[in-house]
Antibody, heavy 118, light 107 residues
Framework: EVQLVESGGGLVQPGRSLKLSCAASGFTFSDYNMAWVRQAPTKGLEWVASISYGGSNTHYGDSVKGRFTISRDNAKSTLYLQMDSLRSEDTATYYC???????????WGQGASVTVSS | DVQMTQSPSNLAASPGESVSINCKASKSISKYLAWYQQKPGKANKLLIYSGSTLQSGTPSRFSGSGSGTDFTLTIRNLEPEDFGLYYCQQHNEYPPTFGAGTKLELK
């Protein structure tokens, strides 16, 4: 069974940093591209970033470019999202997702809640 | 970026009925549209990709159609577990973009 479990969320002050992790199991992690998608309270889904299966190619949404960094450790089957210079508008539930069929998210985690507030 | 316009935003129906949800892209995305279901306490679920290809495990009462800019998700013979939020997403180009969602509620 494919499982994606996010961790590392919490309350953080504006301007500070936070790092999310996503532990993957039930599939060969190193064979798949991965992504982060977020959802602000009462809002829709917003793609944040993607990374290729080997980690060499990354893409970011304009709203996080230059502040967030997606990375992965295939030996640990873990995906990361380093979030720097956080803003109140980054408050959201962050989902880890497996990506295939060209930018389709075919498996999702339950999400990690991030609140940016003073 | 490709803007995705989803309609209606809310939809009320009864079990056994059929419903359709529409998604319009701001430019042609060929056949590359996905549909997801979101329910409280559950992981988001991919239903359909590439416009009409059912993801493994998606019941056959779900179907997708369309190409270019106009797409439709149809659910026939609604089951109680089908009520929830539905999102479309274009997967033709970066950045992948989502519609605003359709809330399917029990009438």
């Amino acid at each position: 069974e494919v499982q994606l479990v996010e961790s590392g969320g919490g309350l953080v002050q504006p301007g500070r940093s936070l790092k999310l992790s996503c532990a993957a199991s039930g599939f060969t992690f190193s064979d798949y591209n991965m992504a982060w998608v977020r959802q602000a309270p009462t809002k829709g889904l917003e793609w944040v970033a993607s990374i290729s299966y080997g980690g060499s190619n990354t893409h970011y949404g304009d709203s996080v470019k230059g502040r967030f960094t997606i990375s992965r450790d295939n030996a640990k089957s873990t995906l990361y999202l380093q979030m720097d210079s956080l803003r109140s508008e980054d408050t959201a539930t962050y989902y880890c997702a497996r990506s295939r069929y060209n930018l389709v998210m075919d498996a999702w985690g339950q999400g990690a809640s991030v609140t940016v507030s003073s | 970026d490709v803007q995705m316009t989803q309609s209606p935003s809310n939809l009320a129906a009864s079990p056994g009925e059929s419903v359709s949800i529409n998604c319009k892209a701001s430019k042609s995305i060929s056949k590359y549209l996905a549909w997801y279901q979101q329910k409280p306490g559950k992981a988001n679920k991919l239903l359909i990709y590439s416009g009409s290809t059912l993801q493994s495990g998606t019941p056959s009462r779900f179907s997708g159609s369309g190409s270019g800019t106009d797409f439709t998700l149809t659910i026939r013979n609604l089951e109680p577990e089908d009520f929830g939020l539905y999102y479309c997403q274009q997967h033709n180009e970066y950045p992948p973009t989502f519609g605003a969602g359709t809330k399917l509620e029990l009438k």
